[in-house]
């Protein structure tokens, strides 16, 4: 795809309009025999064929203080400088340290909580009205609880339940002006895990039963955590500055890293600041340096001198100079090293949010599924051998594991393609068929692949996996040459390359795609219509849908056989759907997928073509049914009526009943037997984003009632 994933949410009214059952739709439209066939042999040809991707959900782990997420403070109070390795204040706040906690949807007024700590603090759960029921511990309890429960005291414990109903969030706050001392092991659970929790050793005993339980169901071949690693937009260089599982109350949030962290600059866009306690005699790939900037820049030259060991460039994570006031006054913000382009870049806020590895394969152990591991695009050679190290010896003996570099380092709307293209130029790759971007991204697997193989010594290497993943619709030939064959990693033909002292490996056996196993793409598809984002809406026009507006209006009538219809122009319209008037086809139907696209080829042929050269199998690293509703901005841009667009819009309301409709079942088997049905083809993906969106397979978080494309899954994984 070439738009980031966003979590769309779909309002709770909704959720609730009654929506056509499969009996009112009837049977699904029949299929080809090829297709027929090819879906009974999905099951029995390879095991559990879906990959499931996931991110960062509610009710992950027992402990639900795990899953705070956002956590910040009032603008300019630089608040990490009395944080320490664990994210627990050591000293009184000057104005709240605060995140947000999703509280799962499982759990209920009757269901009694624990709040607890060791040492000494003040934590403030807040909600407002109707508040909190306090069952035991009052004496640590400060105040009414009838909006909010603020707990105060050493080694305090609440037992509480909320208050009439429960709400999707909590905001967790460390309180202003409250003594801090020795704060650790805060604790945010059922009662009923309590004990559980209290004895946990291992990173398995901390992931919350009924979470694996929702996993376990879906039966998934292998698991791809990806958005528990946020490589799209994160800057993480190194492993060791990933939260400590065990001890840490901040693994699903920024991090902030007492060892890294350099205080307050001084000067105006010439920057200087002190040496972080990690620092080194000189600055060094990878390095990262947090810090508050005392003044905003005013101009695109900036520079940061750390501990007098000279001044470097700093840059946008786009590899881009900033912008006039981009570094606000009394900001906070991490730097990252690039020793090869010789600048610092810059990014507002701590390290991005990472799921410590360690619960990864442990969630992968306990579903049984092979784990898929992304390698966050700058890591150092130290940290993917010792990744690799941590995967090796954690996961378990009966599985394999799958290791890709960074995530769609091709994607334009993500920083690291725009990092790969500034590293390919510096080393002086052509701008053409995006041999900047191809180059540099060939030149790290090949070396991260190297390395991991290394590492990866001595388990076998039939349980190593090692990715090469790339664009479904991007260009074969230039993708083949440059990306997989690294036809520009030569210092003969670029000298800068050589300077800059990197090997050949544009030659077999070194080649970037002899040190992988896998080649993967995505696998996305939505109608021609009743498209996937606004902006392809707007692109098409509003006489390019009518079709789909006239299906919307037929079914909200709620008048049976027009439900029926409307249902049968949606299934349709995914399969094989034309725009109105033009008679365009879709560019991401099933038929484009499998027979139209790349040069009228199809996606899975033309990709399967490549996979035989190579003698490479092919899974997918993501994928899924994504058609979505306009906006309510977007109907207004298109002249057509807003009844149309958002949540709660007719043409939601259609999405609605059809994914709870047998027939999507059926397409989504389809889909998935139509990309099975390639010789090379070994398993096919459906990412999974929490909440109500256009890629879930769920009306809410996961304990949330099931689309049938959850059937279609948990079904072909048995």
């Given at each position: 795809m070439n738009i980031t994933r966003r979590n769309l949410l779909l309002g709770t009214s909704a959720l609730v309009v009654a929506s056509a059952p499969s009996s009112l739709f009837g049977a699904p439209a029949p299929l080809a025999a090829a297709t027929r066939a090819a879906t009974a042999a999905v099951s029995t040809a390879i095991k559990r064929p879906v990959l499931i991707g996931t991110t960062i959900e509610s009710g992950m782990f027992k402990n639900l203080a795990l899953s705070l997420i956002s956590l910040q403070s009032t603008a300019g109070y630089a608040y990490p400088a009395i944080l320490d390795e664990n994210g627990y204040p050591t000293s009184t706040p000057q104005y709240n340290i605060y995140g947000v906690i999703k509280v799962p949807s499982n759990i209920t007024p009757s269901t009694q909580m624990v709040l607890k700590w060791t040492g000494t603090g003040t934590i403030q759960l807040a909600r407002g009205a109707p508040g909190f029921t306090v069952i035991a511990g009052g004496p640590f309890v400060s105040g009414s609880a009838a909006y909010n429960l603020t707990a105060t005291g050493s080694n305090a414990r609440i037992v509480f339940s909320f208050a009439t109903s429960v709400p999707s969030t909590v905001s967790f706050n460390f309180l202003?002006?409250?003594?801090?001392?020795?704060?650790?092991?805060?604790?945010?659970?059922?009662?009923?895990?309590?004990?559980?929790?209290?004895?946990?050793?291992?990173?398995?005993?901390?992931?919350?039963?009924?979470?694996?339980?929702?996993?376990?169901?879906?039966?998934?071949?292998?698991?791809?955590?990806?958005?528990?690693?946020?490589?799209?937009?994160?800057?993480?260089?190194?492993?060791?500055?990933?939260?400590?599982?065990?001890?840490?109350?901040?693994?699903?949030?920024?991090?902030?890293?007492?060892?890294?962290?350099?205080?307050?600059t001084s000067g105006v866009d010439a920057y200087t600041c002190a040496a972080q306690k990690d620092a080194t005699s000189s600055y060094v790939n990878g390095e990262m340096i947090q810090l508050q900037f005392a003044s905003a820049n005013t101009s695109a030259n900036v520079t940061i001198n750390s501990g007098g060991r000279g001044a470097v460039r700093v840059l946008s994570t786009s590899c881009r100079q900033l912008s006039a006031g981009q570094i606000g006054a009394n900001s906070l913000a991490t730097l990252t090293y690039d020793g090869l382009l010789g600048a610092f870049l810059w990014q507002k806020d701590g390290q991005t949010a990472c799921i410590p590895y360690e619960f990864q394969i442990a969630f992968a152990n306990r579903i049984n599924a092979n784990f898929w591991c992304t390698i966050p695009a700058y890591f150092d050679d130290a940290s993917v051998t010792a990744l690799t190290n941590l995967v090796r010896d954690k996961l378990s003996s009966s599985l394999s594991a799958y290791l890709e570099y960074g995530n769609e380092i091709w994607n334009w709307m993500f920083p690291p393609a725009l990092w790969a293209q500034a590293r390919g130029a510096a080393l002086g790759f052509p701008t053409d068929n995006n041999r900047q971007i191809y180059g540099w991204y060939g030149l790290r697997v090949r070396q991260v692949m190297g390395l991991a193989t290394a590492g990866w010594a001595p388990r076998s290497t039939a349980q190593l996996k090692r990715v090469m993943a790339f664009q479904a619709f991007g260009p074969l030939a230039s993708t083949n040459t440059y990306r997989f064959q690294g036809a520009d990693l030569s210092g003969a033909k670029f000298p800068t390359y050589k300077a800059n002292g990197f090997q050949d490996?544009?030659?077999?056996?070194?080649?970037?795609?002899?040190?992988?196993?896998?080649?993967?793409?995505?696998?996305?598809?939505?109608?021609?219509?009743?498209?996937?984002?606004?902006?392809?809406?707007?692109?098409?026009?509003?006489?390019?849908?009518?079709?789909?507006?006239?299906?919307?209006?037929?079914?909200?009538?709620?008048?049976?056989?027009?439900?029926?219809?409307?249902?049968?122009?949606?299934?349709?319209?995914?399969?094989?759907?034309?725009?109105?008037?033009?008679?365009?086809?879709?560019?991401?139907?099933?038929?484009?997928?499998?027979?139209?696209?790349?040069?009228?080829?199809?996606?899975?042929?033309?990709?399967?073509?490549?996979?035989?050269?190579?003698?490479?199998?092919?899974?997918?690293y993501e994928g899924g049914h994504e058609s979505w509703y306009p906006s309510v901005q977007t109907c207004t841009t298109l002249g057509i009526s807003t009844t149309y667009g958002g949540p709660t819009g007719k043409i939601a309301l259609l999405l609605q009943g059809y994914k709870l409709s047998d027939a999507f079942t059926s397409l989504a088997r389809d889909q998935i037997a139509q990309f099975m049905s390639q010789p090379h083809s070994q398993g096919a993906a459906w990412l999974l984003i929490s909440g109500t969106n256009q890629w879930g397979l769920s009306t809410g978080d996961c304990y949330a009632a099931k689309f049938k494309s959850w059937n279609a899954v948990s079904t072909l994984n048995q």
């Open positions: 202003a002006g409250k003594t801090f001392q020795n704060l650790a092991n805060v604790v945010l659970c059922r009662l009923s895990d309590e004990s559980a929790i209290d004895l946990a050793t291992t990173p398995e005993q901390m992931i919350d039963d009924s979470f694996v339980a929702l996993y376990q169901s879906l039966n998934p071949g292998t698991v791809r955590p990806m958005g528990w690693t946020n490589p799209n937009y994160g800057n993480i260089s190194q492993l060791k500055y990933v939260a400590p599982w065990r001890t840490s109350i901040g693994v699903s949030t920024q991090r902030w890293v007492p060892r890294a962290w350099a205080g307050v490996y544009n030659a077999a056996p070194n080649r970037p795609i002899d040190y992988c196993d896998v080649l993967s793409y995505a696998t996305y598809y939505s109608g021609a219509q009743c498209t996937n984002f606004d902006a392809t809406y707007v692109s098409n026009g509003a006489a390019s849908i009518a079709g789909l507006l006239a299906a919307a209006d037929d079914y909200a009538t709620a008048v049976p056989a027009k439900m029926t219809s409307a249902l049968a122009f949606l299934d349709s319209d995914i399969r094989a759907g034309k725009l109105s008037g033009s008679g365009a086809a879709g560019a991401q139907t099933l038929l484009a997928l499998s027979s139209t696209a790349q040069g009228g080829v199809g996606i899975y042929p033309a990709w399967e073509a490549v996979a035989k050269t190579f003698s490479k199998v092919v899974v997918c």
